[in-house]
């Protein structure tokens, strides 16, 4: 692997950056890539930050040495919130969690997935009356949490609709 020159980013420092990043961060990390490029460096909260865009470099970091990283100061605090899960957990616990659910992230699955959120949504609009006007956030909020039960809890066909099922290794059920 080939060194990668780290550049500095004033515009993501200090509290003149985080107020640049709040109002709009994709475009505050796109538009330090473009001035600095695919790897960067900026202080935030007395911490010394590193931004990785280049996709080969996050595999590596990622994939390979997720042992030597840790959670930002903002995904820690979720824990007490949300539990030590898959988003907040590192090191052994982590990766243990991330083996087990490998398998639901292959390709293959991401397209059974896909497959099924595309039904689900067509189905969900069919059912929609023909209303002058609409809360868009309310059914897109509807219409994600039966994405979320048709992927997660129902991936069968038979066992679409059958709430009373057998539940075995993750997302498989048995209709009972």
């Known amino acids: 692997m080939t060194a990668i020159e780290l550049l500095h980013s004033p515009e993501l420092t200090g509290l003149r950056g ?5 109002k709009d961060p994709l475009l505050a990390f796109e538009q330090a890539r473009k001035l600095h ?4 460096a900026y202080e935030q909260g007395g911490r010394s930050m590193r931004l990785v865009m280049e996709p080969s470099l996050v595999d590596e970091l990622l994939v390979r040495h997720a042992d030597k990283l840790e959670k930002d ?4 605090a979720l824990r007490p919130l949300l539990g030590n899960g898959l988003l907040t957990n590192d090191g052994p ?3 243990g969690q991330r083996r087990l659910l490998a398998p639901s992230f292959h390709p293959r699955q991401i397209g059974k997935f896909a497959e099924m959120m595309v039904s689900t949504t067509e189905k969900y609009v069919s059912g ?3 209303e002058q006007s609409r809360d ?3 059914d ?3 219409l994600t949490l039966e994405i979320v039960l048709a992927t997660l809890l129902a991936p069968t066909p038979s066992a679409r609709g059958t709430w009373g099922a057998c ?4 997302w498989t059920t048995t209709a009972g």
Not at 37 to 40: L, M, R
Not at 167 to 170: A, D, H, L
């Open 93 to 95: 616990p982590w990766k």
């Open 128 to 130: 929609l009356g023909a």
């Open 136 to 138: 868009v956030h309310a």
């Open 167 to 170: 539940w075995t290794w993750p």
């Open 37 to 40: 490029g695919t790897f960067v």
């Open 73 to 76: 100061l903002f995904t820690q």
């Open 18 to 22: 985080l107020l640049h990043f709040a």
């Open 140 to 142: 897109m909020m509807q």
